[in-house]
Structures are given as C-alpha cells and as structure tokens.
C-alpha cells in the first residue's frame, strides 16, 4: 500500500461514520472491514445511550457544508473556466443571490419563531424546502443548453437565488432547534461539535470523491487542466443533490417525535411588521450579540474574498492535480473532528470566550505563512519554500492544513455556542425565545456584506486576467501570484477586526447559569 492510501485509510477510519461508505468504492480497504465494524458498533451504542437526537439532528448541518464547499470551491470556477462566463459577470450572479440570501434569513427566522402547526414552529419549513434544493443543486451543474453569456449569467442568478432561499428555509429553522435540544451550557459545545462534524463532512466527501473520482486526467485535460473537465461536474450534480436529500431526510426525521415536547408559539401571539421591526430593534440592544454580529461581518466580507478562489490557486499558483489534492479534504475532516473534540475537553469549566479567541487569532496568523514563503522566494537567493510537485510541498502544505483546520474548529464550536447563549440572556430580558432571529439576524448584513466580498473578487479576476479560459498554466502563474499577494493583505485585517469586536463579549459562564436558573430550565 503506497503512502498516500495509507493516509487515506487512516482518515476514513477516524472520521467515521460519515466517511465510512468511501471505504466501499477504494480497493485499498479491504483489510479494515473488521476494524471499521467494530468501531461503527462502539459509536453506536454510545450514541443510543446519550446523544442520538443531537447527532442526527446535527446531519443537517451536512447539507450546509454541501452547499458551502459547492459555492465556495466549484461554482465559480465551472462557469468561469469550464463554461466560459466573465468572471465579473459569475460574481455578480452569485452576489445577488447572497442580497436575497440576506433579506430572507432574519424574516424566515422570525416566522418560524412564530409558526404554528401541529408539526411544530420548526418542521413544516424544513420539509418542504429539501427537495427544491436537492433539485436545484442538480440543475445548477448539468451542461447548460447555451454558452451564451447572457443565458449562462441568468440561469446562475436563478438557480443560486433559488438555491440559496431554499438553505434559508431548510437551514434557520433547523438551526433554531439546537438551543430548544439542551439547554446545558457545555453540551451545547458538543451540539456544535456534531453539527461542525457533518458540515465539514459533507464538505469533505463532496471533495474527496470531486477530486479522486470524478476529475480523472484524460487526454483532453491533463495535469492541472483535469480541473476543467466539464464530465465531472456533471457527475457532481447527481452526488451532490442526493446527499442532499439524505442528509436533510435524516435532520429533519430524526428530531419529529420531539415536536410536541418543544417550545410552541402562544395563542395570543401574531405576527405584524411592527412587532417584527420592534423585535430586532430588542435583539439588537443585546450587546453581546451586537459584538459578535460586528465581529461576523468583517469575516463575511473575508469569506466573499476568498469565495470561489480555492480552485484558481490550487491550478495556477500550487499547480496541483486533482488526484494529489484528493486526500487534502479527508485530512482536513479529520482535523476537524479533532478541533471539535479539543474544543469539548477544554471548554468544561472555562470561560468560552478566551478559548474562542485563541484558537481564532492563532489560525489567523499560521494560516498565511506558506503563501508568504513562496511569495519571498524570488527576493532571497536562498528558497524559503519548497518548489511545486515536490514531495516535500505535498507534506507540508497537509500538514499545514491540519492545523489551521483543528484550531479554526476549536474557535467556531465555541463561538457558535456563544451565539446560543444569548438566547437565554435575551429572554431574561424581553420574556420571548427567538433562537430564530438570533441565529439568522446576522444573516442580514453578514451576507451583504459577503456579496460584496464576492462582488469584489470577481472584479479582481476579471483585472488579472483570469477572464482568458484559452490560456496555459505557465500564462497564469504571474495573475495567480499577484491574486496570493492581495488575499495575504486583505485577509489578516479582516480577520483582526472582527477578533476585535468578539473580544467585548461579556457573557460569562456565571451569568449564563443564573439566567437558565431565573427561568426555570
């Protein structure tokens, strides 16, 4: 057995179960059935005896990372590259879409806040939005019917638009039922923990069988150009619209027999525009999630820079084939299983800002310094950094990936449990549960500002000259360069900033148990 399958027998078996059914489609796995049985087993008969509704519920969470990792690393470069779009043109598609993304978010929250049913405030929403989405996921990859710019821009607006409301209808609520799950201040880090697991899992496998099965070099297209194969976008689409439904028929299933047992909406409460309005205005006053919102929009305007990008400098700056970087995204679900359960451990008894902070501002800092070492190479007569292809690149930049994938994990699990404790501090204040306002309200300036990160990068492709799909990997090493140069000045300010408004949090752990304890919880 070569290297490289040793690491990824080894990834699949620690990241199981999500990974588990690669295990079927790799021949180099024959030998760990066993092994893998067993485990699956113990995990299993822990899950039953504890934490099954919060696992399933947390599969949910895989249907977002589905979405991410197709927005975030594929969407842009298919219809850039592979069909031809403008670079500016496929930004604009995509930032519109975020515009609506945005609106929606806070007014679907605040509906299911208030939505009454017999299957509850939560379920109907999440029912009936899996199928659209699964669907348009399909279309948004099958080969279009014309390259034309105009049609090829619209039928990206409308699908992601599409796309992006049907997440919001599947997702807010959804989300909103993990403060409603448990009400304990640390088992709500090991909610977020599943929830982190599946959405880099489902992140993960769409990668990892992307890259390894799908993206094979052919004649046609070889060494980084095996990339731009139309073929397996196309085979993308079918995978990704039915783990789709898997993921999201789990979600939802697995939490409807405790829809009478959740919070439910009071007879005499309606919904009106004015108490809608006068609600946010109250979330609003809560300084700690102003902090954090603050906080979130610098990010989402980093995470529109980077949106789309990955791919650009993985083909032209790294000059890496599909099948080298396959295992990239099976370390990174391992990495992120780990940070999540550091994140547990060391969370128990302490105070979840200060964990937070540290594992953010340290990802920040270690996250630059491989693409600052290549960058210097041509001003030392020394080289820092070792040259593409090596072998000694390939560890590295894994090993690197590590890292930066554990500590950023710690970070999120603990910051997006900062986010369910207001929920209680709030409700001390104001009387009312809106887990969903409070976790979609950000949504609203975070995703604007996210469409004009993503507005931004896409003027920057088109400056470089990335809008030119005829030309050779040699061509575009110098614009690859010089779009490195401006993602490592622009991303550690942003990333700063926002650290900076996290700071001033101020729940403390103190304070969260008095507030569950004055509402009887």
Not at 299 to 312: P, R, V
Not at 368 to 392: A, C
Request: glycine share 8%.
């Amino acid at each position: 057995m070569c290297i490289r399958d040793r690491v990824i027998t080894a990834t699949l078996l620690f990241s199981t179960p999500i990974f588990s059914p690669l295990l079927i489609v790799h021949n180099c796995f024959h030998l760990q059935y066993i092994i893998l049985y067993k485990f699956l087993m113990s995990v299993i008969k822990v899950l039953k005896s504890s934490n099954s509704t919060l696992f399933l519920h947390s599969a949910g969470s895989g249907v977002v990372g589905i979405k991410n990792v197709i927005f975030g690393t594929w969407v842009l470069l298919y219809y850039n590259q592979v069909l031809g779009l403008e670079p500016y043109l496929a930004s604009i598609a995509i930032g519109i879409s975020l515009f609506f993304d945005a609106i929606s978010d806070p007014l679907v929250g605040v509906w299911s806040d208030r939505f009454k049913s017999r299957f509850g405030r939560r379920h109907p929403f999440i029912y009936a939005s899996i199928i659209p989405l699964a669907f348009c996921i399909w279309l948004l990859f099958m080969p279009p019917s014309s390259y034309d710019q105009t049609y090829l821009f619209f039928k990206l607006l409308i699908l992601t638009i599409c796309i992006r409301l049907a997440i919001t209808f599947f997702e807010t609520p959804r989300a909103a039922l993990g403060p409603e799950l448990t009400k304990d201040y640390d088992r709500r880090n090991t909610l977020n923990a599943m929830g982190l697991f599946f959405g880099y899992g489902g992140a993960i496998l769409i990668g990892y069988v992307m890259l390894e099965y799908f993206l094979p070099e052919t004649e046609e297209f070889m060494g980084s150009r095996a990339f731009l194969n139309p073929d397996g976008y196309e085979k993308l689409a079918y995978f990704a619209g039915f783990m789709t439904l898997v993921l999201g028929f789990i979600a939802a299933f697995s939490t409807h027999k405790h829809i009478k047992d959740l919070h439910s909406v009071p007879k005499d409460m309606n919904i009106n525009l004015r108490n809608i309005f006068k609600e946010v205005i109250e979330t609003l006053s809560n300084r700690s999630w102003l902090m954090i919102f603050c906080g979130g929009c610098l990010y989402a305007l980093f995470l529109g820079l980077n949106s789309g990008i990955g791919n650009y400098i993985s083909i032209y700056f790294w000059e890496w084939t599909p099948s080298e970087i396959s295992v990239f995204p099976l370390a990174g679900g391992v990495s992120a299983i780990v940070g999540a359960v550091i994140a547990i451990i060391i969370s128990q008894g302490r105070e979840k800002k200060n964990i937070a902070l540290f594992a953010l501002l340290a990802t920040t800092f270690i996250s630059y310094i491989p693409f600052t070492l290549r960058l210097l190479d041509p001003y030392f007569e020394v080289q820092t950094f070792p040259k593409n292809g090596s072998d000694l690149l390939w560890w590295i930049m894994i090993s690197h990936q590590c890292v930066t994938d554990i500590l950023s994990v710690m970070g999120w699990v603990i910051l997006i449990s900062m986010v369910f404790d207001v929920v209680e501090d709030s409700q001390k204040k104001t009387g009312r549960r809106d887990e969903g306002l409070f976790l979609a309200g950000p949504g609203l300036f975070q995703k604007i500002f996210s469409g004009l990160g993503v507005f931004i990068i896409g003027f920057v492709l088109q400056f470089l000259g990335f809008s030119n799909t005829e030309a050779s990997i040699q061509d575009m090493q110098q614009p690859a360069t010089n779009l490195v140069l401006f993602i490592c000045v622009i991303g550690p300010i942003l990333n700063l900033g926002g650290l900076t408004f996290v700071y001033f949090y101020s729940i403390t752990r103190d304070e969260y148990e008095t507030a569950v304890k004055d509402l009887g919880y």
